[in-house]
């Protein structure tokens, strides 16, 4: 168990809705990174968060948007959903004091496996 | 061409041999890491390096930094290390995954 928790496990929904992914860190950490791991395109990273602010994005859709909130969870906002987002959803959390530019070890979530229809 | 390379892309071994795993990146990195997915599809983070060798347990990791290289050696193999094993480098602020190598150890 990492200490990474991600909510729900699985989410089933159609094209078009919106979605919220949640996640709570390790207790302490003040980094959240969002990742995307699908079949065709394996792991990406989509943003990360350093207390509270945005420090880091990677290939994150516009329709995709995330925030971290005072304490400290995160919530990963997916909408307009298409087919093609269909894909395992990865929280990770790591420590440091210095946020884009930390070198810190990551520690991953269960994931969300969301299912498009 | 991925900035990321990771061979070989399937690897089958026999119980106790030793397993090497390769990644090659092609940009400038601050630190690269070594994953573990289990089966179940969960992720552990193994090692994060930025020069250097590193080593836990059974599990070694070496970056040369001027060859652009990172090596995951597994000594000992036993079937629980059965997984898929991806690098990931941090390039700029972002993070280029490699496509993983997936390894199959048998009893």
């Known amino acids: 168990d990492s200490g990474v928790t991600q909510t729900p496990k699985h989410l089933i929904t159609a094209t078009g809705q919106r979605v919220t992914l949640r996640c709570s860190p390790r207790?302490?950490?003040?980094?959240v990174y969002w990742y995307q791991q699908s079949l065709d395109q394996g792991l990406q990273f989509l943003i990360q968060?350093?207390?509270?602010?945005?420090?880091a994005k990677g290939n994150i859709l516009e329709r995709f948007s995330a925030q971290q909130f005072p304490d400290l969870h995160s919530e990963l906002n997916l909408s307009s959903l298409e087919l093609g987002d269909s894909a395992l959803y990865f929280c990770a959390s790591s420590s440091g004091t210095s946020g884009a530019s930390s070198y810190n070890e990551q520690f991953f979530g269960p994931g969300t496996r969301l299912t498009v229809l | 061409k991925n900035e990321v390379e990771q061979s070989p892309q399937n690897l089958t071994a026999q119980e106790g041999e030793f397993i090497t795993i390769n990644c090659s990146y092609s940009?400038?990195?601050?630190?690269l890491h070594w994953l573990q997915q289990h089966p179940g599809g969960g992720i552990v983070s193994l090692f994060m390096l930025s020069s250097g060798k590193k080593k836990h347990g059974r599990l070694i990791a070496t970056i040369n930094i001027q060859e652009k290289h990172s090596s995951l050696h597994i000594t000992a193999s036993h079937p629980r290390d059965s997984a898929v094993y991806i690098c990931?480098?941090?390039?700029?602020?972002?993070?280029?995954f490699g496509a993983g190598t997936r390894l199959t150890v048998k009893p």
């Open positions: 207790s302490g950490d003040l980094s």
């Open positions: 940009v400038g990195i601050s630190a």
């Open positions: 968060y350093y207390n509270g602010e945005e420090r």
């Open positions: 990931a480098v941090r390039s700029n602020n972002d993070m280029r």
